[in-house]
């Protein structure tokens, strides 16, 4: 009895080291992609997402759900045809919250008598960063998706070699 528990053990901690294994190699190859492709992989994104939706729509059309077959299909044409306009819409507007919002922490921080100097600065670099995606959203995204992709590589390598980021 005892050596099935072990043999049951060893089969379930093989399979989670599988798993790990997967996932480390797919957050090396999204990290590598992202810094490669960088925005084209947020063209790829919104056309899958796009098509992912149409068949979605066209599985419940057929089903019966009419309604919610054809919101869902309309939803995937947009995304696939003005995914980029919203995008950019989305980035516009982003940098613009931002802006005001570390404008407003910027006051808040410097009516105090005591300045938080880390809490400065964090206003600063909110303010920075709205200005950017403001003039420049392209490549602003462009910077951003690569150090997302460095860091899914580095938590790629981590999980391959037995720990984890998060």
Known sequence: MAKKDKTKVKRV???EDKNLLISALVYIVLGAMLCIFRTQMLNWAMT???????VIGVLAILKGDLVYGIVTAAIGVLIILGGWLFLEIVLLVLGV????KGILELVAC???SKINIIALLA???????GVLLIVSKWQFADTFLIVVGVILIVDGVLMFFG????
């Open 110 to 112: 410097l009516r105090f």
């Open 48 to 54: 899958v997402a796009g098509i992912i939706a149409i």
């Open 97 to 100: 919250v931002l802006v005001v």
């Open 163 to 166: 720990k984890k980021l998060v």
């Open 13 to 15: 901690r093989s399979t």
């Open 123 to 129: 206003a600063i670099l909110t303010i920075v960063i």
